[in-house]
């Protein structure tokens, strides 16, 4: 594993320390974001989101009829 690290700090031009401490950094400021995650959208698309949950669009024709045929079609043991 040491290798690795050595050849991969070689490929990036730098020392192994450097290499560790950028890593390091990059991690150090993607880690809380990751678990802070927010998005954020514009207020349209939340009306539009919103709306579609309180009037959900009516199945089409081949999945009504998908779904009449879905005990013919699984096994069930």
Same mark, same amino acid.
């Given at each position: 594993?040491?290798?690795?690290?050595?050849?991969?700090?070689?490929?990036?031009?730098?020392?192994?320390?450097?290499?560790?401490?950028?890593?390091?950094? @990059?991690?150090?400021?993607?880690?809380?974001?990751?678990?802070?995650?927010?998005?954020?959208?514009?207020?349209?698309?939340?009306?539009?989101?919103?709306?579609?949950? @309180?009037?959900?669009?009516?199945?089409?024709?081949?999945?009504?009829?998908?779904?009449?045929?879905?005990?013919?079609?699984?096994?069930?043991?």
């Amino acid at each position: 594993m040491w290798r690795n690290i050595e050849r991969a700090a070689e490929l990036a031009g730098k020392p192994v320390a450097a290499l560790a401490r950028t890593d390091a950094e @990059e991690r150090a400021g993607r880690i809380p974001r990751e678990h802070g995650a927010t998005t954020i959208v514009p207020s349209e698309f939340f009306d539009e989101l919103i709306a579609a949950f @309180e009037d959900p669009a009516c199945p089409n024709q081949i999945l009504a009829e998908a779904a009449a045929h879905l005990h013919e079609t699984i096994d069930r043991d």
